[in-house]
């Protein structure tokens, strides 16, 4: 996956190297990956980065004139265009590489330029002239940085396979972070599922200058919470046309643009508002195996009414014979924030890679403008864990829910970077990710919506409206148009609601004491064609047919029934009650599916786990790459 890694340290330079050589193998999955190697070794600096061919960071390392500063750099930064323009004009002028007008950047703006970039990124800027070097990252703390630091080293890299290869004394579970996992379905803040690795923190700023590191934050989410809210007038102008001036930036590339397209509002205001560069994007929509979904149907409606080509990417034969596969290569990409019941993610973005190398999306537009959030105890059964971690989960549950933060606070610097990581993570191994809806401008702004819009469609729906009023006459997948009269529209939101409140609950699970009548409930809404209205995704029932024998041997494996914080003899008996339809266990199968994949891919060897991992199409390649000193 496309990211950085390095060591901060005065041991011997051949020493370092040969690490830093290891850390970068470690996080080349695809054959479009490359990769290179920096070295300032006066300054005990040592790194290395991997990116797509042709994608922004691949041209790196990148420098100024003088070759006294340099950049290595993961993600995108989308600056206003009058910033860039300026910056550009002065790279042409010496001829340099794509990214060189970040360092130009930083020439001109000092300490200043870390808070001044937009978008998910991190990166590691060495300044020669100050003997200084500083580890950064975005203010969300999306583009993570995982790091372990040691009385002579301090060692960092975009995943923590990476500080696993060299650091035999961290490969194992740290039980915090295993209770988070276990509670909330991801770590939390700096925790992660590896003893001794944290993250670092978002918005932060490490300098490194002769041996010493002070650690600083250049943005704190308070700044934005300060903000006035605006009328609602005032609040729906600024919306629009913020959102109109800032989209444009993620439309900027010479490579193709695939808008990964749903039924929802979040891709309706991107269609609503995009640059007319129709030739360079392609539309795609996710689906299952046969028939079609709301997102389906009306995603092919937006893309003809906005003369866009749109494919249906759907789910082959292949995944399930090749599922064991395709959980092991989410586990080990994501370093397990991501596990079975995402093995989709890489499936699907694998197809869109075909069609556009970079990925435009509207995730995360419900969280930051809607405060829409799934984001809760997941409620596992407590007699899959021994007592001990029963214990610890409770404390977990305690100490979210005590938590009072600004709801937009809640969704950009917690859910997103923490329970929503894993997908990211899995999507990235294939395309440039990008989302306007974490632009700093928008996020911002957020902060300032009145009460009475800040769960409310309507500011969506009126920019949609404003830039294309045949958009805004195509119902979403949960909402009416506002031009639907009543009560036509009462109607259709309470259709909406209720299918899809029965589509979740076929898919994801009634609850237990209605399992057995699972096949009535079954029958009886694909008699009504109800099923697969809204989801496509069906691992409860995947679980019972397709995979359940994968499932049991998983299950009965004797290396995962050893593992410390299950109740071993509950295993068997989850395994076959879902099975057999007794019970819903899919997010218990999840969970230990997961761990199992952690524990013997990432803490009993990456190497073994990447034996079984090249059973996939596209094999773990790790070839030779180059080194700049």
């Not at 109109?244 to 990964?260: C, D, H, T, W």
């Not at 609950?505 to 209605?514: D, F, K, Q, R, S």
């Amino acid at each position: 996956m496309p990211g950085i890694v390095g060591i901060v340290s005065q041991r011997p330079a051949d020493e370092c190297k040969s690490l830093v050589s290891c850390m970068v193998t470690s996080m080349k999955h695809e054959r479009f990956d490359t990769s290179g190697m920096y070295a300032a070794p006066d300054m005990g600096i040592y790194a290395g980065w991997v990116a797509h061919e042709n994608s922004f960071a691949a041209a790196q390392v990148f420098f100024n004139e003088r070759k006294d500063i340099a950049l290595l750099f993961s993600g995108e930064c989308f600056m206003d265009p009058q910033t860039r323009s300026k910056l550009r004009e002065k790279r042409h002028e010496v001829g340099e590489t794509a990214g060189s007008w970040l360092v130009h950047f930083y020439e001109e703006e000092g300490n200043r330029f870390f808070e001044k970039l937009n978008g998910i990124f991190s990166g590691l800027l060495i300044d020669k002239r100050q003997s200084k070097a500083f580890l950064f990252n975005d203010r969300y703390g999306l583009e993570r940085i995982y790091l372990c630091e040691t009385k002579d080293a301090t060692y960092f890299a975009s995943e923590a396979k990476a500080l696993l290869q060299v650091r035999c004394d961290v490969r194992a579970f740290d039980e915090n972070g295993v209770a988070q996992f276990l509670s909330l379905g991801c770590t939390l803040d700096s925790r992660t599922l590896f003893r001794g690795v944290e993250l670092l923190p978002a918005g932060s700023i490490w300098s490194f200058e002769r041996g010493a590191c002070r650690k600083r934050k250049y943005f704190s989410p308070g700044t934005w919470e300060s903000q006035p809210s605006l009328s609602t007038e005032a609040f729906q102008s600024q919306f629009q046309e913020t959102f109109a001036r800032v989209l444009p930036r993620y439309f900027e590339s010479p490579a193709k643009i695939g808008i990964s397209l749903t039924g929802g509002l979040d891709t309706r205001m991107i269609m609503a508002c995009r640059p007319d560069i129709a030739g360079n994007v392609v539309c795609y929509t996710f689906s299952g195996e046969t028939g079609q979904t709301f997102d389906d149907r009306l995603a092919v409606q937006v893309a003809r009414v906005c003369d866009l080509e749109h494919r249906l990417l759907r789910i082959g034969s292949n995944f399930f014979s090749d599922f064991a596969s395709h959980v092991d290569r989410t586990v080990y990409v994501t370093d397990g924030c991501f596990g079975a019941t995402g093995a989709h993610e890489i499936y699907f973005n694998k197809q869109a890679r075909q069609l556009a190398p970079i990925r435009l999306t509207g995730n995360y537009g419900s969280e930051i403008l809607r405060g829409v959030s799934t984001f809760k105890p997941i409620g596992l059964s407590r007699a899959l864990f021994n007592p001990e971690l029963n214990r610890a989960l409770d404390s977990v549950a305690a100490s979210l829910a005590n938590e009072h933060t600004h709801p937009v606070t809640f969704a950009a610097f917690r859910e997103i970077p923490s329970n929503l990581f894993g997908g990211l993570a899995a999507s990235r191994s294939q395309v440039a990710f990008r989302t306007p809806y974490l632009d700093n401008e928008v996020v911002a702004l957020a902060y300032q919506a009145p009460e009475s819009l800040r769960n409310s469609p309507l500011p969506a729906w009126r920019l949609v409206k404003t830039n294309s009023g045949l958009l805004s006459s195509i119902p979403t997948d949960r909402w009416p148009s506002p031009d639907t009269p009543q009560p036509a529209a009462a109607l259709r939101r309470f259709f909406s609601e209720a299918t899809f409140k029965l589509d979740y609950l076929n898919n994801e699970g009634w609850p237990n004491w209605l399992s057995p009548f699972d096949s009535v409930f079954t029958r009886v809404t694909s008699s009504l064609k109800m099923v697969g209205l809204h989801k496509y995704l069906h691992y409860r029932r995947w679980f019972r047919r397709e995979l359940a024998d994968y499932l049991n041997d998983v299950v009965s494996n004797a290396r995962t029934q050893q593992a410390p914080f299950w109740n071993r003899g509950f295993l068997e008996k989850m395994a076959n009650d879902h099975v057999e339809g007794r019970h819903n266990y899919v997010s218990e199968i999840n969970a230990v599916l997961t761990l199992e994949a952690v524990e013997r891919l990432l803490l009993r060897g990456a190497r073994s786990g990447e034996e079984e991992l090249n059973r996939l199409d596209t094999p773990v390649i790790h070839p030779v790459f180059g080194e700049v000193v």
